[in-house]
Structures are given as structure tokens and as C-alpha cells.
């Protein structure tokens, strides 16, 4: 008995490899190999000149020297962080209002929390493009809202202008994260006790209180991984500012990302290209081992 | 019960999905070798827009049923995505046989051997003295040729007549100077149209439209760190934070600013190349325009940046028959009959005289005499490097981040360290 | 009786408010189709919330070749179906397998998804690309299907993973007393539990591989066999400013996942909010 019990353990074992490798083969193929090609490019001096030919040099850190001794770098570090903070600022508490506010149970919460989804499910190349038009200085539909609520004067240059075209894409990500955000933290919210609520009800809590000293440290941890997750999204961001806005006017929307593809596919500078995403790679690998640790901890339990 | 459908639908739509999809795929890959008993495909990208673009494929229509034999596969590639995709292409041994490519261009992918050595064939051929010296030169690379210039196009001023009657301003004239041409620009602007429209887009199109400003301050690429470099960036700057431009002029491209400013009148000057005056004709036939070679510095006209296209032969095995299709779409007549039809000035000189187009229209020959005067940008290997450069020294001033002298001490660092 | 009321009067206010939150976060899709519905000239006048002149004009698509929008949707269709089977079939053994056995190795197993899923794609073209074109699979359906694949596995994974592991340790352990080897488990009860799990992470699979512009804008180059969402990309930088051609192209992109959605919508937020994705 004892021992077909092993037996099948280890069989078990057996067959969760070949449940799991497949996908682990897959993924290494198409992503850590690149990854480790990226490495050693940013090694190398790969530019224009010789990236036919086979002779590419060693020279250290020189790529990433030079990358970091630019003054756009830091520009793009800079913006990624201004608009993964201010992105995150709006997307979270909104989403988290309406995950409680759907959590209410009135008639058409559950169809009105499905159709909010929708936006989520939205290509970004067309919310870029949607956005792009609704911010459009002359005839966008914001202007004409904002100006004909007495809100501004005159028409805001929304995508010509550094600050406001920051502004612009922020809210145009925002919108796609809130279902984001709503939606998993929906997902924790059901899976709340409801009998510690009554208790509290009961010991004469208030909604705040209730709120403050009951959902939120029972959230915590979905809240850290709602949070991490976000940040790992808007962090790597590309399509949306690619097509919005193009990291312009000048560098004023430029992120890492977008500086790693500019290096790589406009100004043809692989090997500063590959540097910059290593950096923005090792930038999310920090924050992602937070997440890793989350995900580790659940294991344990 | 319910579930059960749904399962079985979804499970049918996706085995579907498959076949077709590995069906299509496989097909695809099979028909770009070449084979005697078979016809020759040949690969060809192209990065010019729709309007132009028709125009080419009816060459390319006529070319194969005069040859049964060839058959020609095109590809459309975004103008900004061209560089890209070659780049790409060639590290992985992509190429297509020939590519049409922006004119700026052909120098890099020579330096980067992409582009094929084409000097024996353009020899051979005897008919490389009939292209003006500009666009010739923007196929060579250390003496030899790259790259044949297809077609070719500058930069003049394109002015709404209707808008300067209304203002009162007089018309400008091929002797006007700079200061004729702002103070016009700061008379024709009013609530309802805007003095100026120039492409400011961070794209090599509007390093295009820029860097007369720069020339005619007596700057150029390698010389941004100068007073003079300051002046031109100060001209484009003080015309556009004097609101005598649209604020968005900043994301749009040429034929975008073209469309929706200048064709519907909502500016009175326009920076344009040659080909916007097809695009003018479709959008709004009954526009009262004219157009003008750039304005003069000492006594002559600033010279006008040649733009254009070049062909590229890309190919590894099928070089006769690439050449072929280069040496007829680049015949006298046929770079005639392409250029009348899609706009643009030949850059052979026969091909030019023998039109009449470029005499009588009275756009086209505006620009057929800014031609002989045309300068080139750059040219350099590393140029679109220099061009990201003067972009965001552009816009980086005009969105108020930094300074001219600022924007243009990190461009011309920036530059200094490419050259070397 | 007057608790009662009141509570009927939270549920009407709630399901106003709720109505009219929900309208106002969806204005950028209505927006999108009611300016797809207009003539040139009314999308580059004054705005008016609705077209004084509806058209479809604007939906009349051709490109120089003169393929249809049919191709496109086409061209979506396999390459979004292709790269969710393709999740479901490595995805879905794999999620199962993490969540049922732990050991050192599983966990540096589940971190190359997690890795996977860190990485930016725009970042790993250039060597994706060499690597494809040696196996001939650029300009081809199933390229676009794996690249798409890097995004939408890692997302199955993690979603499904937590899935499994909610799934009581009891059911698989009546099963091996039934004599079940752990392949028949998997297939005849966990499959057919976890469910709706899979069709979250199918409908999400498919929604981000159809949305994939990246991807398809580097490895495809033959027109008839570009995806949508790279015809929209395309559009808005040779239309420019013909802003009801360029947002009737984004609906027609944005209107087939939205009646996808209606159409699974029950399946999708249940399965979502039943505890599937805790990250």
C-alpha cells in the first residue's frame, strides 16, 4: 500500500514535468534566449557599420557608459516614473472605488461591472488612437467640453505641449487601468468574510471604520499585487506613447521603452538599444521580485 | 446543456482556424524561390502613401505582362517603419530583391552593406549622366553607386491667394528675402487662417521642412553649436510661439498639415514639397494657390533640400533581373510618365526637359527650377542619427523644455560624438 | 417596512449612479463610433455629440490593392485563435502542474513566466526576428501566433495557476483512489472544473493577441495577410487627420471583441471575480 503510494508520487512527479516543460521550453525559447541576446549585444558595438558584418568588439561598459552619460536617459527614466506614479495615483483608487461600489449587489451591478470591463479588453493601438483624437487641440472633444463648461478660456494644446501631453497619455492609460484594477480587486473582495463584517456592525463599527480597520488589512495582499501588477504594466508601456504621442514633443513623453526602440530602430544603435532595455529589464526584475516574493508567500500557506 | 454548444462552437471555430491558418502560411512560403520552369518573383518594398503608390503598381501591372516570365510581390511599409524593417531584415537575411526607399536614406544602408554595389550595371547602362548631380549624388557611397534615384522633389513655399487678396498683402515673388517672408507670415495671420504651416513632426519630415531655416541662417548639421544655428532654430521658434503656427503642426505630418490646414484654407503659406499639390487637387480641387522657390539670402534663393525616392537592390541571386526592372521603371519615359502622374520632379534631366508638365504647370515648374539649385541633406552614413538629433533640438525649443542655445549645445554634442 | 424602503431607494440611487458612471467611462467608445458615423466636414467641424448626418461612409475601406476588410478580420481571426490555442494547449498542463506540486525546481519554473511576463515586447524584436527568419516564419500566420504566444501563456499561466490551487486537494485525491493516473485526472475532472477558469484565460488570450500591433508590424509585411489592428496603426499615419475614416477603422477593430465580450461576458466576470486572478 505504502509503496504504490510512492509509486505514484513519483509518477506524479513525472507527469507534472511533462504538464509544465512544454510551456517552460517554449517560453525560454522565445524569451530568455532573446534576453540573453540582448546581454550580450550590449556588450558589443553594434551599430550600422557592422552589424552585417562579424566583426563586432568586446568593449565593456562602454554601451552603457554612454547611455547612461545622456541626458535623454534620464528624461525617460524620469517621465517613465512620473507616469507610472500618477497612472497608478488614478487608476488604483478608482478602480477600488468601483469594485466597492459594485460590490453593493444592487440589481445591475454585476452587468454594469461586465460592460466597465469592456474597456479593458480595448486594443491599446486603439485607445491611442481614440485618445489622440479626443485630445486633438483644435477640434478635440475635450476642449470643446472643458471650454464650454467655463472650465478654461481657451482651447489647451493638449499633445503639442510637454506637461499636458504627459497629462494627455496618463489619462488615456488610466482609463484602460481602472477596469484593471476593479476587476481583480473585485476578485478579492468577494472572497472577503462576511461574518467579520456583522461582528463589527454588531460592536457598533461605522462604514469608515469597518473600511479602514477591516477591508483594507484583509486586502492587503491582493492590494500589493494589484498594485505590483499595475506597476509592471505601466512601467513597460509602449504602444500607447508610441502612437500617441512618439515620446514628443522633443523628449517630453519619451519613457524607456521607447528611448530602447528609438536607439534600436531610428537611429539604428542596436547595441545602445539593447542596453536600454536591460536597464528598464532590470528596473522591473526589482519590482517584480516583490511580486515574486508575494506569490512565494501564498505558496507557503 | 447550454455550455455543451458553446464548447462544441468555440472547439469547431478554433480547429478551423488552424487548418486555414497553417493552410495559409504554408502556401505563402513556398512561392518566393525561384525556379527556370517557373516565373521569377521578385520582392519589392515600397514607403510611399496610397496616392503615389497606385500610380507605381500600374508601372509594375504593365512591366509583368510585358514580361510573363517575372512576376513582382510588393509590400507596403509605413515610411517610418521602413529603416526598421530593413535593418531587421538584414540581420536576419530578409531582404526583399529591390526596395524603394527616402533618398536620405540610401547612403546608410550603402554604409551598412545592405544595399547593393550597382556600379558595373550603372556603367553599362550609359545613362547615369542624364540625372541631375543632387539626386545622382544621393546614390553614391565612397564613389560608387547604391541606389538610383527614381524620383525627386524640394522645397518651395505654396501660398493661398485667396487669403493675401483678403489681407490685402501683396503676392509673394522669387526675389523676396527672409524678412519679406516673415513679415508676410505675421500679415496673413488672423483669427481665421494661420500665417504659416512647415512639418515639425519629429520624423525625418521635418528635419526636411527645418533645415532651410538652419541654411539660411548660414548653419548646418555639423555646425548647430553656432550663433547662426541659434538664429535659424530662434526664426522657426518665435513663428510658432507667436502663435502665427498651429500648435499641432508639432504631431503632424505633411500630409496631414496639408490636408487639414493649408487644402482648407486655414493657412496662408505652406512649406511643401512638390507631391502636396496632388494631394491639394484631390482634397480640394477649387483652392486659389500658387508657389514660390524659397526666400533669398545675399541675392539668391536658399537652397532647397532635395528629398525624393531611390531604388535599392537588395537582391542576393536574381541581380539581372532586378536591374532590369530598375534600368525600365528609371527609362527616360517611364520616370517621366511616373513623376507627371504622381507629382514629383524627375531626377533625370531628359526625362525633366521632355515633360511639359514641369514647364507649364505653374507649381511644378517652380519646383523644377528650385531643382537645379537643390542641396542635399547631410549626406552622411549615420545621418539618421544627426537628423534625430536636429528634431529634438527642435521640439524640445518649441515645447518650451529647454532653450535654442540649449537644444541645440545637446544636438550638436550629440552629433560630435557620431562623427567621430 | 421602512427599512425596507430605504434600502429599495439605496438600491434605485445605486443602480442610477451606476448607470450614469459607467456612460461617462464609456464615452470614449461612444465617441469613437458616433465620429466613424459622420461625414468628413462634421469630424473637423464643432463637435456634436451625435451626427447630424449619419454615413457609412467613412467605413468604405480600401487599400491600393484592394483588399477587403473581410482579409483583415480574417487575418485576426487565425492569428488571435491560433495563439489562444496554442495558450490553451501549453497553458493550461503547465498551470496545472505549478499548482499541484511544489519543489525548488517548480518555483524556478513558475519564475520564467513571471520574468516572461516583465519583459516588454517591443524590446525583444530585433532577436525574435532573426531567430523566425530562419525558420521561415516571417510573413507567416503562425510567427505573429507564437510571438503573440509570449504574452498571452505567461497570463494564462499565472491566472490559471491560482485557479488550480483553489481546487480541493480532496477531489484529486478521490480520483487516484478510483485508480485515475494523474494524466486521466487532469483530463476528466480538472479540465471540466476548472472551466470556466479556461475560458477566462482563453477570452483574455484571445482579446491581447487580437489587440497585438508590435508584433504584426514587424513580422508581416504582405498586405493580405495583415491583422487589423496593424491596418488601424497603419491608417493613422497615412490618413492622418480624416479622423472619421480613422475612427471608423478603430471600431471596426474595437466592435468584434465587444460582442465577443457581450456574447461571454457571463462566463468572463464570473470566472474573473470567482477568485481566478490573485495575481
Not at chain 1, 106 to 112: H, S
Not at chain 2, 414 to 419: G, N
Amino acid at each position: 500500500m505504502k509503496k504504490s503510494h510512492q509509486l505514484y508520487f513519483v509518477k506524479q512527479k513525472l507527469t507534472v514535468y511533462t504538464f509544465v516543460l512544454p510551456a517552460v521550453i517554449f517560453m525560454a525559447l522565445m524569451i530568455i534566449l532573446p534576453i540573453g541576446y540582448n546581454i550580450v549585444m550590449s556588450f558589443e558595438n553594434v551599430d550600422l557599420m557592422n552589424f552585417t558584418s562579424k566583426t563586432k568588439n568586446f568593449v565593456g561598459f562602454d554601451v552603457y557608459k554612454s547611455i547612461l552619460t545622456n541626458s535623454v536617459f534620464y528624461i525617460a527614466l524620469k517621465n517613465t516614473l512620473i507616469f507610472t506614479f500618477w497612472c497608478l495615483v488614478f487608476q488604483f483608487p478608482l478602480g477600488f472605488a468601483m469594485a466597492m461600489f459594485y460590490s453593493l449587489k444592487f440589481k445591475m451591478a454585476e452587468f454594469l461591472r461586465g460592460i466597465t470591463v469592456v474597456a479593458w479588453m480595448v486594443p491599446m493601438v486603439a485607445v491611442a488612437g481614440v485618445f489622440k483624437y479626443m485630445f486633438n487641440g483644435d477640434i478635440g472633444i475635450i476642449n470643446e467640453l472643458l471650454v464650454g463648461l467655463h472650465l478654461i478660456s481657451k482651447p489647451i494644446q493638449w499633445l503639442s505641449n510637454g506637461d499636458t501631453a504627459m497629462t494627455s497619455i496618463i489619462i488615456a492609460n488610466v482609463w484602460k487601468g481602472i477596469p484593471f484594477n476593479m476587476i481583480l480587486l473585485a476578485t478579492a473582495l468577494t472572497t472577503m468574510p462576511t461574518d467579520v463584517y456583522e461582528a463589527a456592525s454588531i460592536d457598533g463599527a461605522n462604514a469608515f471604520q469597518r473600511f479602514t480597520r477591516i477591508t483594507i488589512p484583509l486586502l492587503k495582499p491582493a492590494m500589493i499585487s494589484v498594485l505590483t501588477l499595475g506597476f509592471i504594466y505601466t512601467f513597460k508601456v509602449f504602444d500607447l506613447v508610441y502612437v500617441m504621442t512618439g515620446g514628443g514633443p522633443g523628449s517630453s513623453t519619451e519613457v524607456l521603452s521607447t528611448l530602447a526602440y528609438r536607439y534600436s530602430f531610428t537611429e539604428y544603435n542596436f547595441s545602445q538599444g539593447a542596453a536600454a532595455a536591460n536597464v528598464l529589464f532590470v528596473l522591473l526584475s526589482l519590482v517584480g521580485l516583490i511580486y515574486i516574493h508575494i506569490v512565494r508567500k501564498e505558496e507557503d500557506q | 446543456m447550454k455550455k455543451r454548444i458553446l464548447s462544441a462552437a468555440v472547439a469547431v471555430i478554433l480547429t478551423a482556424a488552424m487548418f486555414t491558418g497553417c493552410a495559409s502560411s504554408g502556401g505563402s512560403s513556398t512561392t518566393t524561390s525561384g525556379d527556370s520552369s517557373k516565373p521569377t518573383t521578385l520582392q519589392m518594398w515600397y514607403h510611399i502613401s496610397p496616392d503615389q503608390a497606385k500610380v507605381l503598381l500600374t508601372f509594375l501591372d504593365e512591366y509583368q505582362s510585358a514580361n510573363p516570365n517575372i512576376k513582382i510581390e510588393t509590400q507596403s511599409v509605413p515610411f517610418q517603419e521602413m529603416k526598421k524593417q530593413l535593418s531587421i531584415g538584414t540581420a536576419a537575411g530578409q531582404l526583399p530583391d529591390l526596395a524603394l526607399c527616402d533618398t536620405v536614406d540610401n547612403v546608410s544602408f550603402a554604409a551598412m552593406g545592405v544595399a547593393d554595389d550597382i556600379t558595373t550595371e550603372v556603367n553599362a547602362w550609359g545613362d547615369i549622366d542624364n540625372f541631375y548631380p543632387g539626386p545622382k549624388s544621393s546614390g553614391m557611397y565612397n564613389d560608387k553607386y547604391y541606389g538610383l534615384p527614381f524620383y525627386s522633389n524640394c522645397l518651395s513655399i505654396m501660398y493661398n491667394k485667396d487669403i493675401f487678396d483678403k489681407m490685402k498683402v501683396p503676392y509673394p515673388t522669387s526675389d523676396w528675402t527672409w524678412s519679406d517672408f516673415i513679415d508676410k507670415v505675421h500679415k496673413t495671420n488672423s483669427p481665421d487662417a494661420f500665417g504659416l504651416t512647415m512639418c515639425l513632426f519629429k520624423s525625418e519630415e521635418g528635419t526636411f521642412d527645418e533645415l532651410p531655416f538652419f541654411w539660411q541662417a548660414g548653419a548646418d548639421w555639423n555646425t548647430l553649436n553656432t550663433p547662426q544655428a541659434v538664429d535659424g532654430l530662434k526664426t522657426i521658434n518665435d513663428l510658432y510661439t507667436g502663435h502665427y503656427m498651429s500648435k499641432e503642426l508639432i504631431s503632424m505630418t505633411q500630409a496631414d498639415m496639408c490636408s487639414s490646414l493649408f487644402s482648407t484654407g486655414k493657412s496662408a503659406m505652406m512649406v511643401a514639397g512638390s507631391w502636396l499639390s496632388k494631394n491639394i487637387k484631390n482634397a480640394n480641387p477649387n483652392l486659389n494657390y500658387a508657389a514660390v522657390p524659397l526666400p533669398m539670402v545675399d541675392g539668391k534663393n536658399t537652397a532647397s533640400p532635395i528629398g525624393g525616392g531611390n531604388l535599392m537592390m537588395l537582391t542576393k541571386d536574381k541581380k539581372a533581373q532586378t536591374w532590369d526592372l530598375m534600368k525600365w521603371l528609371n527609362s527616360k519615359d517611364n520616370q517621366q510618365k511616373y513623376c507627371e502622374q504622381a507629382g514629383y520632379i524627375p531626377p533625370r534631366k531628359d526625362a525633366a526637359d521632355a515633360g511639359e508638365i514641369w514647364k507649364t504647370d505653374p507649381i511644378l515648374s517652380v519646383y523644377q527650377k528650385s531643382m537645379a539649385n537643390a542641396r542635399a541633406r547631410g549626406p552622411h552614413p549615420q545621418w539618421p542619427q544627426i537628423s534625430s538629433a536636429i528634431q529634438f533640438a527642435v521640439q524640445d525649443t518649441l515645447s518650451g523644455a529647454k532653450t535654442p542655445e540649449q537644444a541645440l549645445k545637446s544636438a550638436s554634442d550629440e552629433i560630435a560624438a557620431i562623427k567621430k | 417596512m421602512k427599512i425596507s424602503r430605504s434600502v429599495k431607494n439605496k438600491n434605485i440611487r445605486n443602480n442610477v449612479i451606476g448607470v450614469i458612471v459607467t456612460l461617462l467611462f464609456l464615452f470614449p467608445l461612444f465617441w469613437m463610433i458616433s465620429t466613424s458615423l459622420k461625414p468628413q466636414s462634421e469630424a473637423f467641424a464643432t463637435p456634436t455629440l451625435f451626427p447630424k448626418h449619419v454615413t457609412f461612409s467613412a467605413f468604405v475601406m480600401e487599400s491600393e490593392k484592394g483588399i477587403s476588410m473581410l482579409q483583415y478580420l480574417f487575418n485576426s481571426v487565425i492569428v488571435s485563435f491560433g495563439s489562444t490555442i496554442l495558450t490553451i494547449i501549453l497553458g493550461v498542463p503547465a498551470a496545472y502542474g505549478l499548482a499541484r506540486w511544489k519543489s525548488k525546481l517548480n518555483s524556478s519554473m513558475l519564475l520564467v513566466f513571471l520574468v516572461a511576463q516583465m519583459m516588454p515586447s517591443s524590446l525583444i524584436l530585433t532577436p525574435l526576428f532573426i531567430n523566425f527568419s530562419k525558420l521561415h516564419l516571417i510573413n507567416s500566420y503562425l510567427g505573429v501566433i507564437l510571438a503573440d504566444a509570449t504574452i498571452t501563456i505567461p497570463f494564462s499561466v499565472i491566472i490559471l495557476r491560482t485557479y488550480f490551487k483553489g481546487i480541493p486537494e480532496s477531489l484529486a485525491e478521490a480520483a487516484r483512489m478510483d485508480g485515475c493516473g494523474p494524466l486521466r485526472t487532469f483530463l476528466k475532472i480538472m479540465i471540466p472544473i476548472s472551466y470556466p477558469g479556461i475560458i477566462v484565460s482563453a477570452s483574455m488570450s484571445l482579446f491581447m493577441s487580437w489587440g497585438d500591433m508590435v508584433f504584426s508590424l514587424t513580422f508581416i509585411n504582405k498586405e493580405a495577410m495583415k491583422p487589423l489592428s496593424l491596418i488601424l496603426y497603419k491608417a493613422m499615419g497615412e490618413l492622418g487627420v480624416q479622423w472619421n475614416v480613422l475612427m471608423a477603422y478603430a471600431a471596426v477593430v474595437v466592435i468584434p471583441i465587444v460582442i465577443v465580450f457581450i456574447f461571454l461576458q457571463k462566463y468572463i466576470v464570473a470566472g474573473l471575480t470567482a477568485g481566478s486572478v490573485k495575481g
